[in-house]
């Protein structure tokens, strides 16, 4: 299994907002600062992340390039989930997704908050929502 681990020194990029997704990582012990950059290259600490915390897999999921810039904030160490095995257990480990849809729900959350922090909410735009209930309805019902 320590193969499947390995260590970010304190101020090392992990990955660079655009990058192609090639994997995930769960971190053991450390601390990763999640970053974006605005247009004219300063780069802004969104969140910060440690033990357990899984970064990396929106990419696997839905093949677009990185989203962010990782760095260690710490001397950290993390767990590599390659495609594959992120495949592999999105496929056969309800408990993996349990706790994959958990953490993506909680990321959306935050952004959702952080996002009304600069402009809140307009109640009146209900038709620009998106919802998934078609998804649980048949047609006809």
Known sequence: MDNDLTTFYKGEIIF???QTSRCAYIIDSGLVGVYREDSSGNRSLVRKLSKNDM???????DKYPRSATTIALQ???????????????????????????KSLTEKLRTTIINLNKISPANKNTLSDKTTLSGFFHKKGD
């Not at 970064?55 to 999921?61: K, N, P, R, V, Y």
């Open 75 to 101: 001397d950290t160490r993390c767990m590599i989930i390659e495609r594959s095995r992120f495949n592999y257990l999105t496929k056969f480990n309800p408990h993996f997704m349990t706790t994959l849809i």
């Open 16 to 18: 660079l907002e655009g």
């Open 55 to 61: 970064f990396g897999e929106m990419g696997l999921i």
